[in-house]
């Protein structure tokens, strides 16, 4: 590296990979710096954490901006999160058809960085106007993946790109249309609360049940069957026999009536967990269509059956939407992931909201090696960087709050 950086290759390398592929804070990776240089006596220079968020920057705003290859084969992966405030930061990747590896899972070097904007409000003509200013940047897009919430599907649909809907929220509708107004799943969801409410601070609190999610409730149905499938073995286990565990028992009898709800949720659950493992991983193909059906067949109970229907609707219209790929790309899990370690990122300040550290989101795809950490920190400068979150974050709350108590 040049000289002006003051730091050898092979230490900010390490510093990227440890800030990039762990959960260590930026103040973390400086002190892990500082101890490896300290205890290991290598002459290592160790940099402020303000030096590692200027370099996550720099990589970010380089992956994000530099040219892409122009194709006919793209694939989109995009969505929205939502933070502190109204702001909602927009996020597409993308990746060529002929680069997925259908043997794994996607990882993020495998993805190119297209868009990352904030806004207060998207709508279908927002999401058109961005897809469409991608697709001059790339040529051809065979179709993008992504949730089915009105704003991207109707973008999608006026930009005329087929959306596959992402297997995990499909499911996840499928479930919800099925137990949101089933009274047992009410009942059963009810006590659960109620047990957490009324145990959590005696000698039974080790028997509490897992907390539900307000949000995407139904994707994390397998923690409500795991919880009841083993009270009810642990009740058959220790039958009617008087025991110091009695106090247990009748805080989990409640549990028993609903052995049939249990037993059919954790079909469900066995046969979502193995469908998902083979899709996400192999793709969308008449192959693994086959196998799903086969899987499918062993349903015995009505809402598996009704589940099975709707699944199988599902592969069918995917199949059809994009008739020219053997294997289609269904799933966005690795945006969802990157927005979960984004957030990590700024848990320690909620109030920040979105701000250019954003740009980690990018960086997440770096490949760490040598030539392209060298083009993105001897390429990019801070001004530029500047300005790209003046017109594509724009003023933060953290901003904001600033200037509103400014006494100045």
């Not at 099975?308 to 945006?335: A, G, H, N, R």
Request: glycine share 4%.
């Amino acid at each position: 590296m040049p000289q002006k950086y003051s730091y050898s290759f092979l230490n900010i390398q390490m510093l990227l990979a440890i800030k990039l592929q762990t959960s260590a804070s930026f103040r973390a990776v400086a002190k892990i710096s500082m101890i490896l240089s300290m205890y290991l006596d290598i002459p290592l220079q160790t940099p402020t954490h303000k030096t590692v968020l200027i370099w996550i920057q720099k990589i970010g705003y380089y992956l994000l901006t530099k040219k892409k290859e122009l194709a006919d084969d793209w694939i989109l992966i995009l969505d929205h999160s939502i933070q502190l405030g109204q702001e909602k930061l927009f996020v597409v990747f993308g990746i060529r058809e002929h680069n997925i590896d259908f043997r794994r899972p996607l990882r993020y070097q495998d993805l190119v960085p297209l868009r990352e904007i904030s806004k207060p409000h998207w709508n279908g003509g927002s999401i058109r106007d961005c897809v469409c200013d991608v697709r001059k940047e790339l040529g051809q897009i065979k179709y993008a993946v992504g949730d089915y919430g009105s704003d991207i599907r109707t973008g999608l649909r006026l930009a005329e790109i087929p959306h596959v809907h992402d297997i995990t929220h499909k499911i996840a509708l499928i479930l919800e249309k099925l137990y949101i107004s089933d009274h047992v799943y009410q009942e059963v969801t009810g006590q659960m609360s109620r047990m957490r409410n009324q145990l959590c601070q005696t000698q039974a609190a080790h028997i509490i049940p897992p907390r539900q999610r307000k949000k995407s409730r139904y994707h994390n149905l397998k923690t409500l069957s795991d919880y009841g499938k083993r009270a009810l073995v642990y009740l058959d286990y220790h039958g009617d026999e008087a025991d110091e565990g009695d106090s247990m028992k009748e805080h989990l009898n409640w549990i028993r009536p609903h052995r049939a709800f249990f037993k059919e949720l954790a079909e469900i659950c066995n046969l979502t967990c193995h469908i998902e493992r083979l899709v996400k991983h192999q793709g969308l193909s008449l192959s693994t269509v086959t196998k799903c059906h086969a899987m499918l067949e062993t349903v015995s109970t009505e809402k598996g059956c009704v589940f099975k229907e709707q699944l199988q609707q599902y592969f069918q219209t995917t199949l059809s939407l994009v008739t020219t790929t053997k294997q289609i790309l269904c799933t966005s899990d690795i945006i969802e992931s990157a927005f979960g370690k984004y957030k990590n990122y700024v848990s320690c300040n909620p109030m920040a909201g979105i701000t250019n550290l954003a740009l980690c989101i990018s960086a997440f795809t770096c490949s760490l090696e040598k030539h392209e950490i060298q083009e993105a920190l001897e390429n990019t400068t801070i001004d530029e960087v500047k300005k790209w979150s003046n017109k594509h974050i724009g003023i933060t709350l953290l901003k904001k709050r600033r200037n509103l108590f400014s006494h100045d």
